[in-house]
């Protein structure tokens, strides 16, 4: 196919790129996605992978600081108990983070939000630095909790305020680097926490503290740039400063089209406030995007992929890679899990989200197969442990092309719902993720590399859910993007049934 002018179709969409990448580089709008995500879902992946490799520093920190207040031996179950409190209340912390984002980012906006959370970790840092020459593991405990508050609040803000800070032609890309670096900070984590750098006794503390260089960072220039233009135009009502905010971030323009659509979506909403998260699961008229949440996030959490995050090390084993190569074989899948994301960032405004999804998905559920007869065949060839290596490198491939970066409480809600959408995924990701730390090592110790096969069906649900049910949200406004829901109707439903499914704007 030509265009009149002699350009193909293809070309033209490689010259679009490269302007829109031109574009993107040559703007404040790269140092805005630079410092919010250091500041943002760095952090979140960073304590995800740094706090497995001073594990057993921590544990023996502890025994010595029960000893120190007390003066007597804690017991072995007693410094478990106390471990696995400092692991599971970053989860907690999480979660309760997440619950609070609808009220934050109404009362403070998105950047307010954002500043109050760099603040909460630059406070936890210190209190997790200071607990080792004071001998204090409770003040771990508050450490750990506020760590995942932040977690909770910061990562959710951070795709907020991207998606509405970013023009619709490059809301994917741009929302999608949430996605990355949340993968830079798990490969930073991994990367501090071996040996030669800060993984040695003397060092844990520091360790898990270090990230919060860039929260610091994150405090004295976010205050610099401008509030989320959506929010500003549609919720404090300010079209001027919403135009003021496109051109500091994005350059010269009108953006007439934009601020249009905005005035749209506003005069839907009307005077409506911010919606709770009860409004938005009791709205019988949002069903299929509430559905549509639940089930995504539901098969990304019990997909297999926190499993192969957090149980690596053990999977590994598992396989029959020597212990001492374990390590670097983590660290490998975390530099691939960074490389698919920015890749798929440079590709999801040319394939379209649900495309890389669905496929994502089919890929996952196929991959767990593999790696279900890889770890059973293991001890019949020396090369089988390889393959299962190279099997769970493709997993990381397929997940980070597809399912890992794509935003969907960003896409598929209007303004007044997208923060009770965001609280609902971010309560649904760390109940999962609490949940999925509580079970696994329970089902690789029963059920072994059966185990697997569960991960696979989740998968395969999620696929065939976007396959036939997700629309496309590339290119589109959230008010098209909620008429494509609107459209959505169940098999056999009567007339009074299919006006009870459409999406009400």
Same mark, same amino acid.
């Given at each position: 196919?030509?265009?009149?002018?002699?350009?193909?179709?293809?070309?033209?969409?490689?010259?679009?790129?490269?302007?829109?990448?031109?574009?993107?580089?040559?703007?404040?709008?790269?140092?805005?996605?630079? *410092?919010?995500?250091?500041? +943002? /879902? $760095?952090?979140?992946?960073?304590? @995800? =992978?740094?706090?497995?490799?001073?594990?057993?520093? #921590?544990?023996?920190?502890?025994?010595?600081?029960?000893?120190?207040?007390?003066?007597?031996?804690?017991?072995?179950?007693?410094?478990?108990?106390?471990?696995?409190?400092?692991?599971?209340?970053?989860?907690?912390?999480?979660?309760?983070?997440?619950?609070?984002?609808?009220?934050?980012?109404?009362?403070?906006?998105?950047?307010?939000?954002?500043?109050?959370?760099?603040?909460?970790?630059?406070?936890?840092?210190?209190?997790?630095?200071?607990?080792?020459?004071?001998?204090?593991?409770?003040?771990?405990?508050?450490?750990?909790?506020?760590?995942?508050?932040?977690?909770?609040?910061?990562?959710?803000?951070?795709?907020?305020?991207?998606?509405?800070?970013?023009?619709?032609?490059?809301?994917?890309? *741009?929302?999608?680097?949430? +996605? /990355? $670096?949340?993968?830079?900070?798990? @490969? =930073?984590?991994?990367?501090?926490?071996?040996?030669? #750098?800060?993984?040695?006794?003397?060092?844990?503390?520091?360790?898990?503290?270090?990230?919060?260089?860039?929260?610091?960072?994150?405090?004295?220039?976010?205050?610099?740039?401008?509030?989320?233009?959506?929010?500003?135009?549609?919720?404090?009502?300010?079209?001027?400063?919403?135009?003021?905010?496109?051109?500091?971030?994005?350059?010269?323009?009108?953006?007439?089209?934009?601020?249009?659509?905005?005035?749209?979506?506003?005069?839907?909403?009307?005077?409506?406030?911010?919606?709770?998260?009860?409004?938005?699961?009791?709205?019988?008229?949002?069903?299929?995007?509430?559905?549509?949440?639940?089930?995504?996030?539901?098969?990304?959490?019990?997909?297999?992929?926190?499993?192969?995050?957090?149980?690596?090390?053990?999977?590994?084993?598992?396989?029959?890679?020597?212990?001492?190569?374990?390590?670097?074989?983590?660290?490998?899948?975390?530099?691939?899990?960074?490389?698919?994301?920015?890749?798929?960032?440079?590709?999801?405004?040319?394939?379209?989200?649900?495309?890389?999804?669905?496929?994502?998905?089919?890929?996952?559920?196929?991959?767990?197969?593999?790696?279900?007869?890889?770890?059973?065949?293991?001890?019949?060839?020396?090369?089988?442990?390889?393959?299962?290596?190279?099997?769970?490198?493709?997993?990381?491939?397929?997940?980070?092309?597809?399912?890992?970066?794509?935003?969907?409480?960003?896409?598929?809600?209007?303004?007044?719902?997208?923060?009770?959408?965001?609280?609902?995924?971010?309560?649904?990701?760390?109940?999962?993720?609490?949940?999925?730390?509580?079970?696994?090592?329970?089902?690789?110790?029963?059920?072994?590399?059966?185990?697997?096969?569960?991960?696979?069906?989740?998968?395969?649900?999620?696929?065939?859910?976007?396959?036939?049910?997700?629309?496309?949200?590339?290119?589109?406004?959230?008010?098209?993007?909620?008429?494509?829901?609107?459209?959505?109707?169940?098999?056999?439903?009567?007339?009074?049934?299919?006006?009870?499914?459409?999406?009400?704007?």
């Amino acid at each position: 196919m030509k265009r009149s002018s002699g350009v193909s179709w293809t070309q033209h969409k490689k010259i679009n790129m490269k302007n829109v990448l031109k574009k993107l580089v040559g703007m404040k709008a790269l140092v805005f996605i630079l *410092v919010l995500g250091l500041g +943002g /879902t $760095f952090q979140n992946g960073f304590y @995800l =992978t740094a706090i497995s490799s001073p594990s057993p520093y #921590i544990q023996s920190f502890i025994n010595s600081s029960w000893i120190h207040h007390y003066g007597d031996e804690p017991g072995e179950k007693t410094v478990t108990f106390i471990w696995s409190a400092v692991v599971s209340l970053f989860a907690f912390g999480g979660l309760i983070g997440s619950m609070t984002v609808r009220f934050l980012t109404s009362r403070l906006g998105r950047k307010g939000a954002m500043v109050l959370n760099s603040a909460i970790s630059v406070v936890a840092a210190v209190i997790m630095y200071i607990s080792k020459p004071t001998n204090s593991f409770e003040l771990i405990l508050v450490a750990r909790f506020l760590f995942g508050f932040g977690a909770g609040l910061g990562g959710n803000v951070h795709s907020i305020y991207l998606g509405e800070s970013s023009p619709k032609k490059i809301r994917g890309m *741009v929302t999608l680097t949430a +996605g /990355t $670096f949340l993968c830079l900070g798990k @490969l =930073t984590g991994q990367f501090a926490g071996l040996r030669e #750098i800060l993984g040695r006794e003397e060092c844990w503390n520091i360790l898990l503290c270090i990230s919060t260089v860039f929260c610091v960072v994150q405090l004295a220039v976010l205050p610099f740039f401008p509030e989320a233009p959506r929010y500003t135009l549609i919720e404090k009502g300010n079209t001027e400063q919403c135009k003021n905010a496109l051109q500091w971030l994005w350059g010269p323009g009108d953006y007439k089209m934009e601020i249009e659509e905005m005035l749209e979506e506003q005069a839907v909403i009307g005077e409506e406030r911010n919606k709770t998260l009860m409004d938005l699961l009791r709205d019988k008229h949002l069903r299929w995007q509430v559905l549509s949440l639940l089930v995504i996030n539901g098969c990304i959490q019990f997909s297999g992929i926190t499993a192969i995050t957090i149980f690596s090390f053990d999977i590994f084993l598992e396989a029959g890679i020597p212990e001492d190569k374990v390590r670097y074989v983590s660290l490998g899948i975390g530099v691939s899990e960074v490389l698919v994301s920015i890749t798929c960032g440079l590709l999801i405004e040319s394939v379209g989200r649900r495309v890389l999804m669905w496929k994502g998905f089919g890929g996952m559920s196929a991959i767990m197969v593999l790696i279900t007869v890889s770890l059973y065949l293991k001890d019949y060839s020396s090369v089988i442990p390889y393959i299962t290596v190279i099997l769970i490198f493709l997993f990381i491939f397929f997940y980070g092309g597809g399912p890992a970066g794509i935003s969907l409480a960003n896409e598929i809600f209007i303004q007044s719902y997208r923060p009770a959408a965001f609280m609902f995924t971010g309560i649904l990701r760390w109940l999962g993720f609490a949940m999925l730390g509580f079970i696994f090592p329970l089902l690789i110790d029963v059920l072994k590399s059966l185990s697997f096969v569960l991960f696979s069906c989740v998968c395969l649900i999620a696929a065939l859910y976007v396959f036939f049910i997700l629309p496309e949200t590339k290119g589109k406004t959230p008010l098209e993007i909620s008429q494509e829901f609107k459209n959505i109707r169940a098999c056999g439903s009567s007339k009074e049934d299919d006006m009870c499914l459409e999406t009400k704007l």
